[in-house]
């Protein structure tokens, strides 16, 4: 039976980069999720009878959710509804979903790598056919809805056994519990060669991959210790937990410490990785060498050609604005096209539909390809993986011998997490009334070249993206950005990014926050970051 339920707006429920985020206790006022979901339904056109891919990271309240999601979506006409076991679908496995069975769309309930737990976020996005995140003016139709909404739709009935695999009736639909794993493992082996990575372990190459009691736990245990031949204990935390296990799911130098320390002893494995709540970040470590995300990005791209699924290379490179320039080079080489996009997954599903990038990556973690329209952690490690394979080189190796051909990138990201609100918007503000005086300034010792507040005119729709980050670039080659970030729940995160291109191989192997070091000191005095968000250092540094 399908019940009309009345209700009253909620003027909160804007989305942001990745959907809407906020603490569980706000999702569990009642109406909250219902009236989010029915406004998702309300904005879309078309999908009667249609098939809606239904999973999340397994998080406090994700169970209570997609059952909410499953009844509101058979009584607004979906036909069919495939739901992970368990409701765990890890982002880029719910991708892949959407593109092979021709949904109309998804309804991926995470909050990435937010922390879990009653007192932890949660969050609710919407997908769309081609399997990435939903575009802006999707997202602000929905927000729109959700200020006008007067009722929602749903089915009258018991709850479906999301534990048992194969298909139910809810009203007029068809509920389908599915294997997460299943789909998704099949196409990385149709990606990589899984021959040669299960030499590479027979060997006795040794990894480490701590799932972070998320998402990726199955899917990890079943791919590397499964398929791969990996030895038991390869994956470490693979239980998916509703708390995270009281963990922070960020793979970071700071919530995956262990990790680092672990890679820096002599007897260390010869990699250590880790993947986010969602499954869509990663983490790279070679015996003694943090991989930062920017650079994993350029030798991924540069070294793809080793996997079978990108033999023919590559036809662009796509990488958010905050993400240092060392794909640059290696798009340069290769003589294809570099995109430099705002933050934000969905910015790169254009390129990717239209043919023009294969390899995307973000310097908060987020690499991936064209074979989803989302960011993959897995995907990543398994291609790092497929690599060492066919190189038989060290990670450390070929770190080193990426930066002696084309330079290094020293990078880092400064986190200045839950400052004020009001603080960080009026930084942001005074930044770009001061760029007209800071073009020419010198300051420190250096000279700044160009100041500007990004801007992205997408080639394939023709819109455009402004106010997407202050830039200040260096005569020297150097950068440093300043923008908010949209993924937080609770004040606002200013993130400060800082690059230098080093072409010298002899000054290729120094600390990356001594050869910041000026530029570092410039970051906080220009943008008075002390004074606006009464810091005077960052959370994270990264």
Same mark, same amino acid.
């Given at each position: 039976?399908?019940?009309?339920?009345?209700?009253?707006?909620?003027?909160?429920?804007?989305?942001?980069?990745?959907?809407?985020?906020?603490?569980?206790?706000?999702?569990?006022?009642?109406?909250?999720?219902?009236?989010?979901?029915?406004?998702?339904?309300?904005?879309?056109?078309?999908?009667?009878?249609?098939?809606?891919?239904?999973?999340?990271?397994?998080?406090?309240?994700?169970?209570?959710?997609?059952?909410?999601?499953?009844?509101?979506?058979?009584?607004?006409?979906?036909?069919?509804?495939?739901?992970?076991?368990?409701?765990?679908?890890?982002?880029?496995?719910?991708?892949?979903?959407?593109?092979?069975?021709?949904?109309?769309?998804?309804?991926?309930?995470?909050?990435?790598?937010?922390?879990?737990?009653?007192?932890?976020?949660?969050?609710?996005?919407?997908?769309?056919?081609?399997?990435?995140?939903?575009?802006?003016?999707?997202?602000?139709?929905?927000?729109?809805?959700?200020?006008?909404?007067?009722?929602?739709?749903?089915?009258?009935?018991?709850?479906?056994?999301?534990?048992?695999?194969?298909?139910?009736?809810?009203?007029?639909?068809?509920?389908?519990?599915?294997?997460?794993?299943?789909?998704?493992?099949?196409?990385?082996?149709?990606?990589?060669?899984?021959?040669?990575?299960?030499?590479?372990?027979?060997?006795?190459?040794?990894?480490?991959?701590?799932?972070?009691?998320?998402?990726?736990?199955?899917?990890?245990?079943?791919?590397?210790?499964?398929?791969?031949?990996?030895?038991?204990?390869?994956?470490?935390?693979?239980?998916?937990?509703?708390?995270?296990?009281?963990?922070?799911?960020?793979?970071?130098?700071?919530?995956?410490?262990?990790?680092?320390?672990?890679?820096?002893?002599?007897?260390?494995?010869?990699?250590?990785?880790?993947?986010?709540?969602?499954?869509?970040?990663?983490?790279?470590?070679?015996?003694?060498?943090? &991989? +930062?995300?920017?650079?994993?990005? @350029? /030798?991924?791209? *540069?070294?793809?050609?080793?996997? =079978?699924?990108?033999? !023919?290379?590559?036809?662009?490179?796509?990488?958010?604005?905050?993400?240092?320039?060392?794909?640059?080079?290696?798009?340069?080489?290769?003589?294809?096209?570099?995109?430099?996009?705002?933050?934000?997954?969905?910015?790169?599903?254009?390129?990717?539909?239209?043919?023009?990038?294969?390899?995307?990556?973000?310097?908060?973690?987020?690499?991936?390809?064209?074979?989803?329209?989302?960011?993959?952690?897995?995907?990543?490690?398994?291609?790092?993986?497929?690599?060492?394979?066919?190189?038989?080189?060290?990670?450390?190796?070929?770190?080193?011998?990426?930066?002696?051909?084309?330079?290094?990138?020293?990078?880092?990201?400064?986190?200045?997490?839950? &400052? +004020?609100?009001?603080?960080?918007? @009026? /930084?942001?503000? *005074?930044?770009?009334?001061?760029? =007209?005086?800071?073009? !020419?300034?010198?300051?420190?010792?250096?000279?700044?070249?160009?100041?500007?507040?990004?801007?992205?005119?997408?080639?394939?729709?023709?819109?455009?993206?402004?106010?997407?980050?202050?830039?200040?670039?260096?005569?020297d080659g150097g950068r440093i950005v300043y923008r908010l970030s949209g993924t937080g729940t609770a004040g606002a995160t200013l993130r400060v990014y800082i690059e230098r291109f080093e072409p010298d191989p002899t000054r290729q192997n120094l600390d990356t926050q001594f050869a910041l070091a000026d530029l570092?000191?410039?970051?906080?005095?220009?943008?008075?970051?002390?004074?606006?968000?009464?810091?005077?250092?960052?959370?994270?540094?990264?």
């Amino acid at each position: 039976m399908i019940q009309t339920i009345a209700t009253t707006p909620f003027d909160d429920q804007r989305p942001g980069t990745s959907g809407l985020r906020k603490k569980v206790t706000v999702f569990q006022t009642p109406h909250y999720v219902e009236n989010f979901v029915q406004s998702i339904f309300d904005c879309l056109e078309g999908f009667q009878g249609g098939t809606l891919i239904v999973g999340g990271d397994g998080r406090y309240f994700n169970r209570e959710a997609i059952q909410t999601v499953l009844k509101i979506a058979a009584a607004n006409g979906f036909g069919k509804i495939l739901v992970g076991r368990g409701g765990i679908l890890s982002t880029p496995a719910a991708s892949n979903l959407i593109r092979q069975h021709g949904a109309f769309g998804g309804v991926v309930l995470s909050a990435s790598h937010n922390p879990g737990g009653p007192h932890g976020d949660f969050g609710i996005k919407y997908n769309v056919s081609n399997g990435g995140p939903a575009p802006e003016k999707v997202t602000e139709a929905i927000f729109a809805r959700t200020k006008t909404i007067t009722e929602y739709r749903i089915v009258e009935a018991p709850d479906v056994d999301l534990d048992q695999l194969g298909a139910v009736r809810l009203g007029p639909a068809e509920v389908i519990v599915i294997d997460p794993v299943d789909e998704y493992a099949r196409l990385m082996q149709r990606l990589f060669d899984f021959d040669q990575i299960r030499a590479l372990f027979q060997s006795g190459f040794r990894l480490r991959f701590d799932a972070m009691s998320a998402v990726t736990g199955p899917y990890a245990t079943r791919i590397f210790e499964g398929l791969l031949g990996a030895p038991a204990g390869t994956v470490l935390n693979g239980t998916p937990l509703p708390d995270f296990g009281g963990h922070h799911p960020d793979p970071n130098l700071v919530h995956a410490k262990h990790l680092f320390d672990l890679a820096m002893t002599p007897d260390g494995p010869d990699l250590c990785a880790a993947s986010d709540g969602d499954g869509d970040r990663n983490l790279i470590i070679g015996r003694g060498l943090f &991989v +930062t995300p920017s650079d994993s990005l @350029a /030798l991924l791209a *540069a070294n793809a050609h080793l996997a =079978p699924g990108y033999a !023919g290379g590559v036809v662009g490179i796509a990488r958010s604005m905050p993400t240092s320039r060392a794909a640059d080079q290696v798009a340069a080489r290769l003589k294809v096209p570099l995109f430099e996009t705002p933050t934000g997954w969905k910015f790169f599903g254009n390129l990717l539909d239209a043919g023009m990038a294969t390899i995307c990556g973000e310097e908060s973690a987020g690499t991936g390809s064209n074979h989803v329209r989302e960011k993959d952690g897995l995907w990543a490690v398994l291609l790092w993986l497929n690599i060492l394979a066919a190189r038989r080189e060290s990670v450390k190796d070929i770190v080193v011998r990426h930066w002696a051909d084309y330079g290094r990138n020293y990078y880092s990201r400064h986190d200045y997490e839950e &400052v +004020t609100s009001d603080g960080a918007n @009026a /930084l942001i503000e *005074a930044l770009r009334e001061s760029l =007209p005086s800071l073009k !020419g300034k010198p300051l420190g010792g250096l000279t700044i070249a160009e100041a500007d507040d990004f801007a992205y005119h997408d080639p394939v729709d023709g819109s455009d993206s402004k106010h997407q980050g202050v830039r200040l670039h260096f005569e020297d080659g150097g950068r440093i950005v300043y923008r908010l970030s949209g993924t937080g729940t609770a004040g606002a995160t200013l993130r400060v990014y800082i690059e230098r291109f080093e072409p010298d191989p002899t000054r290729q192997n120094l600390d990356t926050q001594f050869a910041l070091a000026d530029l570092i000191a410039l970051s906080r005095d220009i943008a008075g970051i002390a004074h606006y968000t009464g810091r005077d250092a960052p959370t994270v540094i990264t």
